[in-house]
């Protein structure tokens, strides 16, 4: 199931799973594309957590929405102590239902208690089911405030990246940038509330930024990205519902 990326600036953006082999002297990535991902499964989770650096996106949320109730995941990246795994087969395993909820406030909480660069953070439950009621929102959003979205200063706007790899915003923030009405952005907030169960980060992460805003999504922006990563969102199920990348 693992697919090549030939990826001209060579940064991971769009997928799972990466493996690095070495080939006959070269170094070759092989990973997992989202759709790939979302086929793969045999049947529908009721939840899933991602232990996985970046992958807090509504792309990654609507592509999995038909295989899983609830997914948990991060916007930012995840420090390499990653999960709570001591404790977390408790609420997963002892409770009916599986208290996945108790799993992200343990994970966030394990992070806030520690200083400088540990405490960095973020992390939100999804309900998947819900997702098709942000995506008419956003679709009607989207079309209406195009224009200022692609005039948008991406500095403005809340990341979750490091190193330049500015490919990952917040959803809520973006469309703020753009000059959402009183009224759109009450719209906007009931549907997100509709789907994101829970949310929570840290003031700050690694110390290399602050997160003063987290709506539980991020989105890919395309003023801030490139026309080669514009072919692939837009091909992804969330652009094909809201139109997003035109």
Same mark, same amino acid.
């Given at each position: ?161 490091? #190193? ?6 917040? =959803?809520?923030?973006? !469309?703020?940038? /753009? &000059?959402? $009405?009183?009224? *759109? ?23 290399? #930024? ?6 539980? =999504?991020?989105?890919? !922006?395309?003023? /801030? &990205?490139? $026309?080669?990563? *514009? ?16």
């Amino acid at each position: 199931p693992y697919v090549e990326r030939p990826s001209p600036d060579g940064i991971d953006v769009k997928t799972f799973g990466q493996e690095i082999v070495n080939v006959n002297g070269q170094l070759w990535s092989y990973e997992m594309s989202l759709p790939t991902l979302a086929a793969a499964f045999p049947f529908k989770f009721d939840y899933m957590i991602m232990d996985a650096c970046l992958m807090g996106g509504i792309e990654t949320a609507y592509e999995l929405r038909n295989a899983t109730r609830y997914l948990c995941f991060s916007q930012t990246e995840i420090l390499a102590d990653g999960l709570p795994y001591k404790t977390l087969l408790g609420p997963l395993f002892k409770e009916t239902p599986a208290d996945v909820r108790s799993v992200c406030e343990e994970y966030y909480d394990m992070y806030a208690e520690k200083t400088g660069t540990y405490q960095s953070a973020t992390i939100s439950m999804i309900d998947c089911t819900k997702l098709d009621l942000l995506a008419e929102c956003c679709k009607d959003l989207f079309s209406r405030y195009r224009d200022a979205m692609n005039v948008i200063d991406r500095k403005n706007v809340q990341g979750f990246f490091r #190193f330049n790899k500015h490919w990952f915003y917040d =959803l809520e923030d973006i !469309l703020t940038n /753009a &000059g959402m $009405s009183v009224a *759109d952005q009450k719209a906007l907030s009931t549907a997100l509330k509709e789907c994101v169960v829970y949310k929570a980060h840290t003031p700050s992460f690694m110390e290399d #930024f602050e997160i003063k805003k987290n709506c539980g =999504l991020s989105m890919y !922006l395309p003023v /801030a &990205g490139n $026309s080669y990563l *514009d072919s692939y969102y837009s091909g992804l199920e969330w652009n094909k519902a809201t139109g997003l990348v035109e």
